[in-house]
């Protein structure tokens, strides 16, 4: 099993940056992706960006030049940079887990909130 908990969030003027973490553990040896999504209010929940073990990355085309996904050499931890945060940037971001098997674990999330 893999536990996440993400951290980072909060509420930030449009144009402004967000540094949003996500802290692995457990068996992290067999995660072989982390992505991290996004659910706003009445919408489905998204992938924004993920990042392999290889530090392949991808981003959905919303956020590219805006964000960046990085993680720590151990790989136990993940970033994602927000800059130049928008308005319809506001949602509940997540990061998810995928493990050799299968497997997916969520964290419980951490919010962006992006005013006019």
């Known amino acids: 099993q893999v536990q996440l908990v993400e951290s980072g969030g909060g509420l930030v003027q449009a144009g402004g940056s967000l540094r949003l973490s996500c802290a692995a553990s457990?068996?992290?040896?067999?995660?072989?992706?982390i992505g991290w999504y996004r659910q706003a209010p009445g919408k489905q929940r998204e992938l924004v960006a993920s990042?392999?073990?290889?530090?392949?990355?991808n981003y959905v085309d919303s956020v590219k030049g805006r964000f960046t996904i990085s993680r720590d050499n151990a790989g136990n931890m993940v970033y994602l940079e927000v800059d130049s945060l928008k308005p319809e940037d506001t949602a509940l971001y997540y990061c998810?887990?995928?493990?050799?098997?299968?497997?997916?674990?969520w964290g419980q999330g951490t919010q962006v909130t992006v005013s006019s």
């Open positions: 998810n887990a995928l493990l050799i098997g299968g497997s997916r674990y």
């Open positions: 457990g068996s992290t040896f067999r995660i072989m992706t």
């Open positions: 990042i392999n073990s290889g530090g392949r990355t």
